[in-house]
């Protein structure tokens, strides 16, 4: 599918967006949340998402998740068209390509920690024992060794959080999307998990993509975007006036 | 991945136990009673067949009194309107094989000191022949004992067993009433009759002997019932028309007098049992079909609320990477879960029931292998049946809208 071997040296992208447009079909009528959104991201990329709030972050996170899908345009996962995905390879891809983190964590309550981490795992059709000495590991490698046996309902935020990032790294993903993953954190743990998507990023060239209205957490990325009304308005380094905004006023 | 989701779906029904528990009661008193209905029928069929084949299915009984009923003769025996000179009279008419007459006696035999409460059963030799029972050790009595009024007497297995235990009762003695009676025999084992009576917990005496030694004087000659066998079962019906006309002539009835008789053909009654039984097992039937179909639509009206209080926690899992096929699966597990838990509760009620039943109305009823494992199959088909509509809903949700909810 990457085609080519001539074109082997250069990498396919992890992901592109070309002029994706995302309507909302509702009783009020039609609401253009993204109008004609295109962007590249490269493996082993550290990247934000910035923008007022209502800007269109949440639905480009969710189609890049595949969690939704685009109403005209193209998004490509590995220079596959999503488009072209039976349900199944979609399934499939939400299970082991991409890790997925939510502002409000979205753990099973039911479940224990351990559990929740191996949820993706249950997906994936590993085995009991396989399923739990990895979840182990993971759970070890947020620092919550000593937490597995415990519902999300007796963690704090942060470690609920840490139990969220876990679980997105259940099947190892080549990209990770955090979806304003610090916004229900205070500014230490705030830190915390930036440190752990950083580390990720750096050890294992894990692509990261965070949406953040913290300059503080977009200063430590390597690319920032910035959307307005659904369109994107800047895509560079971390400047000063990407991260405050100020570009959207000299645009 | 069956493993986990077997263990989400019982942890999904602990998580609403009242809940779970009454969805289940559908089922739980459907099976139940499908359980019992198979238990009795099979008790009585096993029943109505035994007894059948005991009483020798070509029998007429004539009992004393007048019965407005044809089947059972409730009332009748109670004037002692049959004397010996019937028998004479019935024996010689055409189909008839031979005439018993019998009475049966309540006492307390004595044998050593062992003591027991029975039935002597005095009768004539035919009495062997129509009921098609004999001794399987020593013999029986003959004419010539009859007439002479011999205490000779030959023991049904059961008061055997109390009387003499492990002892030889072969030639001991056994006293009834103050009359002492040799015994010269045992009857083969001839099991339960209708109703759990025993059949072997009898004392076979002479009938002379009975009427002059142990019934009272005002009874001397009257004897309680005459069992007549035919020679074929398709002759039961004239030889009772016979029989009965007979017994009129006999008895000097006026025309358009009640009968103070009653003609009973064994195979009617059995007849009416079994078509009774049937009647009881399709009402259970009937009970338990649409219990099990009340009990499915529950499941599925509980399984609608679980998918849309869940739509959340579906979202999730499918961000997660569960496929359609997975989450259907789950919720059909749980489905599943429920019928069955609720079937094996069922079971559970409907044994209890049926043995309980079978104490009650003194039938042996079985709750067989087979049973069990159709109540089961049957409940398993109702929770894929009434489960998939629910889980279908719930795959076919979108994981961003499920998200959003
Ligand atoms: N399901 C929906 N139906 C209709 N409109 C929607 C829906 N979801 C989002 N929108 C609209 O689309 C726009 C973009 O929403 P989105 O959630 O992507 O914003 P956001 O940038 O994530 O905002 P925030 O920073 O507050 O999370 C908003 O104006 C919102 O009202
Ligand atoms: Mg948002």
Redesign the pocket.
Known sequence: MTGNPILAPIPAPVLALSDVV?D???E?GT?R??HGVSMTVAHGELMAIM????????????IIGCLDSPTTGIYRFEGTDTASLSERALARMRNSGIGFIF?SFNLLPRLSALGNVALPLVYSGLGKAEREAKAQALLAKVGLADKQRSRPAQLSGGQQQRVAVARALANAPKLLLA??PTGALDTKTGAEVLGLFKSLNREQRVTVVI?T?DPEVARATDRVVR?QD?RVFYDGPPTEAALYGHAEVAA | MIDAMLAEAWSALIANRLRSALTMLGMIIGVAAVILMLAIGGGVQKQVSSAISGLGSNLLIITAGSSKQGGFASGAGTGATLRLDDVDAIAHLKSVVAAAPTTQIPVQAVAGAANWATTVVGTTPAYFIVNDWRPDTGRAFSEMEDRAAGRVAILGHTAADKLFGANDPMGASVRVKGTSFTVIGIMATRGQGFGGVDRDDVIIVPLTTALRQLQGNAFRRSIRSISVGIDDADNLAPASERIAAVLRRVHHLEPGAPDDFTVNNLTAVTDTLSSTTAAISLLLAAIGSISLIVGGIGIMNIMLVSVTERTREIGIRMAIGASRAAVRLQFLLEALMLSLLGCGIGVGLGTGLATAASGAIGFDTSVTVSAVVTAFAVSASIGIFFGWYPATRAAKLSP??AL?S
Do not use: C, W
């Open positions: 995302k909302y079909v509702g009020a609401f949340a993204l923008g007022p709030s209502g800007s269109g972050k949440s639905t480009l996170m969710n502002q979806d304003e949406v209205h959307i659904g | 961003i809208e959003r």
